[in-house]
Nanobody, 124 residues
Framework: QVQLVESGGGLVQAGGSLRLSCEASGRTFSNYAMAWFRQAPGNEREFVATINWSGTRQYYADFVKGRFTISRDNAKNTVYLQMDNLKPEDTAVYYC?????????????????WGQGTQVTVSS
């Protein structure tokens, strides 16, 4: 059974940084793309970033380009989201997701497994 466990969320002031982690278990992590999505109250879940199976390709939503960095450590079965220059509009629950293939997409339905989410709150 695949499990994804996120950590690293919290409260930070605007302009600050946080690093989210997501540790996976249950299947061969290095075979699959990983992604981060987020959901703010009253909003639909939205794509943030994805990384391919080897970590050589990343793709970001326009609203995080230049501020967020997705990476992975296949030896540790972990994907990360480094978030810098945070803004109040980044406040949301952040979810990691494991894909069905080695190449990520922006569509949530293309991901097989999801974590429970971690809250990120950015104060102004």
């Amino acid at each position: 059974q695949v499990q994804l466990v996120e950590s690293g969320g919290g409260l930070v002031q605007a302009g600050g940084s946080l690093r989210l982690s997501c540790e996976a278990s249950g299947r061969t992590f290095s075979n699959y793309a990983m992604a981060w999505f987020r959901q703010a109250p009253g909003n639909e879940r939205e794509f943030v970033a994805t990384i391919n199976w080897s970590g050589t390709r990343q793709y970001y939503a326009d609203f995080v380009k230049g501020r967020f960095t997705i990476s992975r450590d296949n030896a540790k079965n972990t994907v990360y989201l480094q978030m810098d220059n945070l803004k109040p509009e980044d406040t949301a629950v952040y979810y990691c997701a494991e894909g069905a293939t080695g190449w990520g997409t922006v569509e949530s339905y293309e991901y097989d497994y999801w974590g429970q989410g971690t809250q990120v709150t950015v104060s102004s």
